[in-house]
């Protein structure tokens, strides 16, 4: 049990990475790591959209869409929760914690366009391994989502790092960082097998 | 509230709209979107089954109370091909096994006398380039004319080395060097279905 | 009077001009460099010795491709051609050092071309790259043509006679003890009559060169020592608990790539932590991803992947190790950080 | 003595003192001085004299320009040419009195001298540092009456006179202190003096064992402390000297006086106590002449506005043409490109270097080998603030305190790439000096 | 049916819950700052001073900043700025940039060999960058570095030339100078300039630079009273009266010159 | 004229995939072949310009609170629709490949990108061709994206073979080789400009990737 869930981890983190290996969520982790610590707000945002969301996504699965044979409208419904979930939590993360909103909020509409939240929704909706288990899911979305964090942690601080090399001019700017991002990504295929 | 009340009525309207949409596409492509898969499952155990074969059938349990049951065994479906005059031609047993990344989905033809007819890989999650050397049949077309194996069954020579093997003992074939996982993947499968094979018809 | 017209005063119009400080200790890129390069030769004899004549020829391949490659880009990108530095020999040669001594020509270019163009030209040449060439240009090719980065010959003593050993192939340490068979001898190990890639198996040869490279001061002690040191420690604590093959930790320690990661790429400046502080944390990073690939993971040998990972770990290692500077209280520079 | 603390990096360097054993030799009178108006850190003097004024020796030039600023003396006796400018060592133009010598060199009536100093206030004491123009004489040239008056709440229990001279090449305050040193300890007292402070701690290192063993002698019994200090480029910086004599961490952005320390070269001491004892101001320094181009290296009292040509026609000219002459020793001193520059209060010496002495820049990027870090005495990260300052990240590297850079060049120094760390640090305090100092105007609007 | 009525459903709900949360804890925006923002051209090059366009924005609703300092920004919309800011639009000229001296390295020649990093201010903190005029171009382009609207051209032979129709005259090249060699002017009377800089005496001046301005009062003489003034040994246009174009031919040294 | 410019933007100048840098995820996951390339192009311009047009229908009516949820509604009601076309007509491998990538063209920012920069602010022709017009270029960049990458990687186009005998080079077809083919058409075109700014006499600094292109989040 304990086991199954360190695997799944391990698994959702650093071997099927969701930007590295899965190649989800690209848009944010190109375009929201110039800064560390912008980096950083952003994981921290998404890690938490992305837990709720799961939580709630795999909840309304089970009990609504797989219930009355819905599945059909798997795709719309999930968005359209997630969206009016961003929304909210931006709202009342605006008005409870500036601090947090601060931090956190003005990376919250970014979410909603981000692949990954729905990637998984939709992969604890259609994999086995998942279907029905609501625990498992968001697990498996939290898991998602610090790989996600540490993608783009570990991107953002590398980028920072660019910012002293003398790169080519061609090269500057977006092709820099693609071409980082697919050194990153070789390098996680290392952990290839872990977890199974 | 009236606000509130525009914002519940454009999102409900939005939805309403789109959802009746919806189940109208859905309605008209369901007939579609089933008989789409039905034929990919078909395509594939029409070419592992003897090419006489004319009518394919899922073996489902004969009793009465569970008439419509597929009958599944180590969770192999088993299907069997008749040709035209009704004769039964063989059966073929739809096996999956892990390989490097995910299951690997083989359907496995086995004739009357118990010899593996072909194998072929449904569905697979491996490397392009690497697990497929293992699991792919692809024509090799050229642009450059010249077709090579341009009709018939394009071969793999993993796959190929099943043919001909009795499915009481499947021939231990040798890996391919870079793809031993996906290769031990298909091999289990195929020892699968071998069994469930064996075991169904020790059964009957 | 008359003395004073003899003296002879200096002509000012050709003086130069700098900053200060106007003394330097000498040191330069093209002698760390070079010192690395010899230090690499006991491997690179060692390698000829153990797998044929056709070993030099795969370095030398990589080393002349790695210059060419980079003078060609630097034209390019319309630079001061920079292969007088030696850079690019050592990244060729270390390159050299983890291809099969079979490996096709065409392969040591290419991946002389991702190494020095991917790895290190994109980013601006010598000093702004993140990750470490040679290890981009061999994970890359592993990627890319994993059968033939994974074909091992198998050694046995002198090769000098020999164009290559014969070509029949064989399993080395790691991946026999990867399916839980036992390795080489200890012998075997640290003198290198195993199969590998090129630059990996005399780990003989290989702290000899490193530990001249200590000496030297070029790298520091710590990366390898604390490098080696966790593979040992938990291919140990695993064979503690329990004693089969697969986590025999002298059998970890001494093959595979890990003296050559270690020593010679590990501590490549350009891409490792820059105190030493930092420098212990990446080696004890590398020391782990390495033996958990190992021994968990698909791939028999993990080094090039743990070193990369920790390459693209070092700027958040600098930045949580660097000290603060003298007479910074620890709250000021915390606030700044 | 092995207990000694040893402060964070440093470098050990070959020395090159040639002079060490070449006795001062007074330089004779030069037909023209070109006396600059701004010879410390602060504000320049205000000129008293007019054009074809005469003036004699020892008398008021220019009078302090502010608080922080410090007054000129003529060196000599004669005719003031003209008011104009002359180049300085860091390559701007200075303004300048130009003294025609009458070749007389009649002394001005001295200042009144305090026979008994012990006695006299510590204001008056103070009030006659600042008369005799007397700036420090270590490199920076800060007036040293500004620096005798601690910022209020500080109180100063140490003075710590530095004859370190750490830097390769300069003998000038190795041979004061052989050949004055009761003026040295004399010097080190009125300060104590003035500071009220009762320990007094000269500090020498080791690689002059005469002069430490000549000051150990003459400051028997006189409550004056002598130690030998480890041979550790830079071991004469103010805060790594406080930190080896004492233990204490000057913090970052303070003085000093923070910590209870003032710290003064010892020609200073020896100005202040010729000031103070002879009513002498400060109008002439030695000065070290060396380099291996140079034909007859020495040290040299000369006047200040001596031209360097002049200091160098008296060492005999060169053997080879120099490719670099520098004000100051080679790790701090500034490259100048013409010999008609002045000798000033700061200038401790003029070094002259050989083609194949002279390291060259290279334009390499940094290689991240960590070396300058080892090698910073401040504990910084020279390397990583150099690459931030050439990509014109000037803010974060002033959150990196590149504000405490020493400018030591002990990073340069080290550096196989060959950068110019130093030169970007210092533009990095440049830029930031210049964005405080319009923020402060800002905020003044 | 029910998938119509479950997604319209959770539709509603969903507007409700938004419409909720938002009426009882929402935070109003500040309508300035979006109709601020959107008048900004977006080009966030900073020519502002402000750290991109939305941050201008932000400045100038909570006045941190006046209108008018984009430099790209059309008239228009400065003045519907202006509009919704209510206060005066500030019509100030727009200004361009000259860069004041001749001394290229055919005329002002480097004294000695600068070996350091290739930056103006880096050589000013090295000899004065070695160059025997203390007040002239380094040539080593920080100004140009520093226009972000490369407007500025360095000559192969050590000068910064600036080109007039690119330059929008943001005076990021005046802040990057340490000669404090260039000069904003009022882009309408640029038409004659004084490439000079120097204040030293005509000797001084002479020993250095062959194409200094040696205060020799010719074109001071010629042109209107008030027109070219004085200003120690270097004439200075008084560009709120500039003179004619023709009083460049009186300079005996060409270092009066019509603008480039 | 203006019509017709609506259209060919999205082809070149403000391309979607090389120029402002959106839908990423779609352009590097399902560029492995020109095949899929094109599928997914296809896929992506239906549900642009249909979404494009009825988003500039009902513009007017939305409250900006849930404008974002009604988009997304509606971008996802075409979204479904084109999944079930597809399961019913396209070739199997062709839906197999393209998998989980359909559903994810909902999120696909360059959809909802161009619903908040476009539709919302112009009439439904406009917004048609807009999303036609994107839709193509962001079909062509995903080709010559594929069609790279399955000749750099197995030596076929459309999988005929190019150039028999090259050897599989599987890097290209991996996550790592997505990025690497991409940042190199950047950096080509990057090249191209800055040599045709220097021709020009002007500078051209490859612009800061930044997000600020989809107007989503502003
Ligand atoms: C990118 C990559 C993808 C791989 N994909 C597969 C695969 O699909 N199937 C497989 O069996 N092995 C795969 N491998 C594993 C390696 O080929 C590895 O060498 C193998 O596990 C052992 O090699 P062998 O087959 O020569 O014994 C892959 C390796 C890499 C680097
Ligand atoms: C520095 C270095 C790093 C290496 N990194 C890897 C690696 O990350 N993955 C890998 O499979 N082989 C790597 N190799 C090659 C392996 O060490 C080894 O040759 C191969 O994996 C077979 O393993 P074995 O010799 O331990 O049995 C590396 C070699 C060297 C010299
Ligand atoms: C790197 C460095 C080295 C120094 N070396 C010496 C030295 O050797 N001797 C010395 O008197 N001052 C040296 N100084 C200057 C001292 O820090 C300090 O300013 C000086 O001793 C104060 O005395 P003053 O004001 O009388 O000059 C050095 C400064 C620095 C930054
Ligand atoms: C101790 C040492 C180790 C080095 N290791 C490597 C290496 O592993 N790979 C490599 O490409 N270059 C290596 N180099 C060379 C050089 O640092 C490398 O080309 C730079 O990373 C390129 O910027 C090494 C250099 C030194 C001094
Ligand atoms: S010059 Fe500055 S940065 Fe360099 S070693 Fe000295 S104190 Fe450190
Ligand atoms: S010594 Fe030079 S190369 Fe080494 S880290 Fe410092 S600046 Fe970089
Ligand atoms: S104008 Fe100023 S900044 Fe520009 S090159 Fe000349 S000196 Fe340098
Ligand atoms: S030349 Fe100067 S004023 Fe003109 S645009 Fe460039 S930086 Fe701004
Ligand atoms: S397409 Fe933009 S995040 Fe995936």
């Known amino acids: ?196 | 509230m009236k606000d509130i009340m525009r914002l519940c009525f454009s999102l409900g309207a939005v939805c309403l709209i789109g959802t009746a949409g919806l189940v109208l596409v859905n309605k008209i492509t369901l007939g579609p979107r089933e008989a789409a898969a039905k034929a990919t499952l078909m395509e594939g155990l029409k070419i592992v089954l003897p090419p006489e074969t004319t009518k394919i059938a899922l073996e489902t349990k004969e009793d009465a109370e569970e008439k419509d049951k597929v009958i599944v065994m180590d969770d192999v479906k088993l299907y069997r091909g008749y040709d035209s005059n009704g004769d039964e031609l063989g059966i073929a047993c739809e096996a999956s096994a892990v390989g490097f990344s995910g299951p690997i989905q083989t359907l496995v033809g086995i004739n009357n006398d118990g010899e593996i007819l072909c194998v072929l890989v449904a569905a697979h999650n491996e490397t392009p380039g690497l697990g497929t050397l293992v699991t792919d049949r692809k024509a090799q077309k050229s642009i450059w004319g010249g077709n090579e194996d341009s009709d018939g069954l394009p071969p793999n020579p993993f796959l190929d080395a099943f043919t001909g093997s009795k499915a009481s003992a499947p021939k231990n074939v040798d890996a391919i060097s870079g793809a031993t996982q996906s290769g031990n993947g298909v091999k289990n499968a195929v020892a699968k279905a071998c069994h469930a094979y064996n075991a169904y018809k020790s059964a009957n | 009077m008359s003395e004073q017209s003899t003296i002879r005063m200096p002509d000012t119009s050709k003086l130069v001009v700098s900053s200060s400080p106007h003394y330097h200790d000498m040191g330069s890129i093209p002698k760390i460099m070079f010192t690395v390069l010899a230090a690499l030769a006991p491997a690179v004899i060692a390698s000829i010795y153990f797998f044929g004549w056709r070993a030099l020829l795969v370095l030398s391949v990589c080393m002349v491709a790695c210059a060419a490659i980079e003078a060609l880009l630097c034209r390019l990108m319309r630079r001061r051609i920079s292969i007088g530095d030696g850079s690019a020999l050592v990244t060729g040669l270390l390159l050299g050092m983890t291809l099969p001594v079979t490996s096709p020509l065409w392969m040591c270019i290419v991946g002389s071309f991702i190494a020095i163009g991917l790895g290190k030209m994109v980013y601006g040449g010598l000093g702004g790259n993140p990750f470490n060439p040679a290890s981009v240009g061999r994970v890359a090719l592993l990627l890319a043509c994993p059968s033939a980065m994974t074909t091992w010959v198998t050694v046995s003593g002198c090769a000098l006679n020999k164009w290559v050993v014969d070509a029949t192939t064989g399993a080395t340490p790691l991946e026999l003890v990867a399916q839980n068979q036992p390795g080489p001898g200890f012998w075997d190990l640290f003198l290198g009559n195993i199969g590998g890639s090129i630059g990996e198996t005399c780990t003989l040869a290989l702290i000899v060169g490193g530990v001249f490279l200590i000496v030297r001061k070029i790298i520091r002690w710590q990366i390898p020592v604390f490098f080696i040191g966790t593979v040992f420690l938990i291919t140990g604590i695993a064979y503690m608990v329990s004693p089969c093959p697969k986590f025999n930790p002298m059998t970890h320690v001494l093959s595979g790539g890990l003296m050559l990661g270690a020593f010679f790429m590990a501590t490549d400046m350009v891409t490792s932590p820059l105190n030493r502080k930092g420098a212990v944390v990446f080696a004890i990073g590398c020391g782990i991803i390495t033996t958990v690939i190992r021994l968990w993971g698909s791939y028999p040998e993990g080094i090039s992947y743990a070193i990369l990972i920790m390459n693209a770990l070092t700027p958040l290692i600098d930045r949580y190790t660097a000290g603060r500077p003298f007479g910074v209280a620890r709250k000021a520079s915390q606030k700044n950080a | 003595m092995n207990k000694q603390i040893k402060f964070y990096g440093g470098v050990k360097l070959d020395e090159g003192k040639m002079t060490s054993n070449e006795p001062i030799i007074t330089a004779p009178l030069e037909p023209l001085y070109t006396v600059p108006l701004q010879q410390h850190i602060g504000a320049p003097a205000k000129a008293v004299v007019q054009k074809g004024d005469k003036v004699l020796r020892g008398q008021l030039l220019g009078e302090a320009g502010s608080f922080v600023s410090a007054p000129v003396h003529s060196p000599t006796s004669g005719t003031v040419k003209e008011l104009s400018s002359c180049l300085g060592p860091a390559g701007a133009q200075l303004p300048a009195i130009v003294i025609e010598s009458d070749g007389e060199d009649t002394a001005a009536e001295p200042m009144p001298v305090f026979a008994n100093w012990q006695e006299a206030s510590p204001d008056d004491l103070k009030a006659r540092v600042a008369q005799a123009g007397i700036v420090g004489m270590g490199g920076a040239a800060f007036p040293t009456a500004v620096k005798l008056t601690p910022p209020p709440n500080v109180t100063i229990d140490t003075v710590i006179l530095n004859g370190v001279e750490c830097e390769p090449c300069l003998t000038a305050d190795h041979r004061l202190m052989l050949e004055h040193p009761e003026t040295i300890i004399t010097g080190a007292k009125i300060i104590a003096r003035i500071l009220g402070v009762k320990q007094i701690i000269i500090a020498i290192e080791m690689n002059k064992p005469d002069a430490l063993e000549m000051m150990t002698k003459k400051a028997e019994g006189t409550g004056v402390e002598v130690v030998g200090l480890r041979v550790l480029y830079p071991q004469g910086a103010e805060k790594q000297l406080i930190y080896t004599v004492t233990g204490r961490k000057v913090p970052s952005g303070k003085l000093p006086a923070h910590v209870g320390c003032l710290v003064t070269n010892v020609a200073s001491a020896a100005a202040i106590a010729d000031a103070v004892c002879l009513g002498k101001p400060l109008y002439e320094r030695v000065t070290t002449m060396t380099g291996t181009p140079v034909v007859k290296p020495g040290n040299i009292l000369c006047r200040v506005g001596t031209p360097y040509s002049s200091a160098l026609a008296l060492c005999g000219g060169v053997k080879e043409d120099p490719l670099k002459i520098i004000s100051g020793g080679p790790m701090m001193g500034m490259s100048v490109y013409s010999l008609d520059i002045p000798i000033m209060k700061g200038t401790s010496g003029i070094l002259l270097l050989a083609a194949d002495e002279v390291s060259q820049y290279t334009p390499n990027a940094c290689l991240r080998c960590g070396r300058c870090n080892d090698a910073c005495p401040m504990e910084m990260i020279p390397g990583i603030l150099s690459s931030t300052i050439e990509f014109h990240h000037f803010s974060l590297a002033e959150r990196w305190h590149v504000m405490d850079c020493i400018e030591c060049g002990c990073c340069s120094y080290v550096c196989p790439a060959g950068r110019p760390l130093v030169q970007h640090m210092r533009r990095a305090k440049a830029v930031a000096n210049a964005t405080r100092r319009a923020a402060e105007a800002a905020s003044k609007k | 049916m029910i998938d119509i009525v479950m997604m319209t459903g959770t539709g509603i709900l969903l507007g409700l819950a938004i419409g909720l949360v938002v009426r009882y804890f929402g935070v109003p925006e500040d309508p300035l700052v979006e109709s601020l923002n959107e008048l900004m051209p977006g080009a966030n090059c900073g020519g502002c001073g402000l750290a991109g366009c939305s941050d201008y924005a932000n400045a100038m609703a909570t006045g941190r900043a006046k209108p008018g300092l984009c430099p790209v920004m059309s008239a228009e919309a400065v003045a519907k700025c202006c509009e919704l800011l209510g206060v005066e639009s500030d019509t100030s000229e727009p200004k361009i940039a000259v860069v004041c001296c001749s001394g290229d390295d055919n005329h002002a020649a480097k004294q000695a060999f600068y070996n350091g990093v290739n930056d103006c201010l880096n050589a000013m903190l090295v000899a004065g960058g070695a160059k025997g005029c203390t007040y002239g171009c380094l040539g080593l382009g920080s100004c140009a570095r520093a226009c972000p609207f490369g407007a500025i051209e360095m000559l192969p032979n050590h000068l910064a030339k600036i080109h007039a129709d690119l330059c929008t005259g943001c005076g990021k090249c005046y802040m990057a100078c340490p000669r404090n060699v260039i000069k904003l002017v009022p882009r309408s009377a640029a038409k004659v300039h004084v490439y000079c800089n120097s204040p030293e005496k005509a000797t001084v001046k002479k020993n250095v630079c062959k194409a200094a301005c040696i205060g020799c009062r010719k074109c001071a003489r010629t042109a209107e009273e008030g027109q070219i003034v004085m200003n120690g040994f270097l004439a200075s246009i008084n560009y709120d009266n500039p003179p004619a174009e023709e009083i460049v031919e009186t300079c005996p040294t060409k270092c009066l010159r019509k603008a480039e | 004229m203006s019509v017709l410019k609506e259209f060919t933007k999205g082809i070149w100048k403000e391309n979607p995939v090389l120029v402002l840098m959106l839908g990423m995820c779609p352009t590097l996951a399902v560029s492995t072949s020109a095949k899929n390339a094109l599928g997914m192009g296809i896929a992506t311009t239906f549900v642009l310009a249909g979404s494009n047009v009825v988003i500039s229908w009902v513009r007017k009516f939305i409250p900006s609170n849930v404008r974002i949820p009604c988009y997304i509604v509606v971008i996802a009601v075409f979204v479904t629709i084109v999944e079930m076309l597809m399961g019913a007509y396209a070739p199997a491998e062709l839906n197999k490949t393209l998998g989980i990538y359909i559903p994810l063209i909902v999120v696909n920012c360059i959809v909802l990108g161009r619903a908040e920069a476009f539709a919302s602010k112009n009439g439904a022709f406009a917004s048609m061709l807009d999303g036609l017009g994107m839709g193509l270029g962001f079909t062509l960049a995903l080709m010559a994206l594929g069609g790279v990458r399955e000749f750099l990687s197995a030596g076929t186009l459309f999988e005929y073979v190019v150039v028999p005998g090259w050897p599989d080079f599987l890097l290209f077809k991996l996550p790592a080789g997505a990025f690497i083919v991409l940042a190199t058409f950047l950096a080509i075109m990057n090249y191209r400009r800055i040599r045709k700014a220097e021709r020009e006499g002007t500078s051209y600094t490859p612009p800061e990737m930044d997000c600020s292109h989809c107007h989503i989040c502003k």
């Open chain 1, 1 to 196: 049990m304990v086991k199954e869930y360190i695997l799944l981890i391990i698994g959702a983190v650093l071997v099927n990475n969701f930007v590295l290996s899965r190649i989800l969520g690209i848009c944010p982790f190109l375009g929201v790591s110039k800064r560390l610590d912008t980096a950083m707000g952003m994981g921290a945002a998404v890690i938490f959209v992305m837990t709720l969301s799961g939580f709630v996504t795999s909840w309304c699965d089970k009990y609504i869409l797989v219930r009355y044979n819905l599945e059909y409208l798997r795709t719309i419904f999930f968005i359209l929760v997630i969206a009016g979930l961003v929304q909210v939590v931006e709202v009342l993360l605006k008005r409870f914690s500036s601090t947090l909103y601060s931090a956190l909020g003005i990376y919250l509409p970014l979410i909603t366009t981000n692949c990954a939240v729905l990637g998984s929704a939709i992969i604890c909706a259609t994999e086995e391994e998942f279907m029905g288990r609501i625990f498992k899911s968001t697990v498996f979305c939290f898991a998602s989502a610090v790989g996600f964090a540490l993608a783009l942690v570990l991107f953002s601080s590398v980028r920072e790092r660019l910012e002293l090399s003398k790169i080519p001019r061609s090269f500057q700017g977006p092709a820099i960082a693609l071409v980082t991002a697919g050194i990153l990504a070789m390098a996680f295929t290392g952990f290839a097998g872990l977890g199974s």
